[in-house]
């Protein structure tokens, strides 16, 4: 993961991030699966992902014409990137199912789309194994 530059004083509030600001969370989000997912559940775990948003969104408004949000709003736009990308990947998963053969064809998602699916679990995390059957479906 690159280093953040120096801290500079821009007030973009509301803007959307810069691609410099989408690729160092991606690569933050990468070097810290857990955290990406949100798994800290317990009393001191929260207070560590806190901290850990903070700390990511002082280094996000160190670049340049940086967009500048709240810990809430870099949140809410990581779960945006990752809601979008498991809308595009069920897109994926259907065209799949209707006979194309094959995997799951990475190739329909961007790189940018790969990785974020990557620190969500993979293909089977987001949509599933769709070759499973109900268990009151099976003959």
Known sequence: MPNPPPEQ????????PTPEQQMYLLCAMEKNIAFSQGEFFSGMGKDDHRREWENLKKSLERFPNAAIKSVSKWQKYWSDQRNAVKRRAREVRNHHDRGTGGGYPTHLLTNYQQRVLTCMGGWKRVVGISSAKEVLNVR
């Open 9 to 16: 004083h821009h007030v973009a509030e509301g803007r959307r």
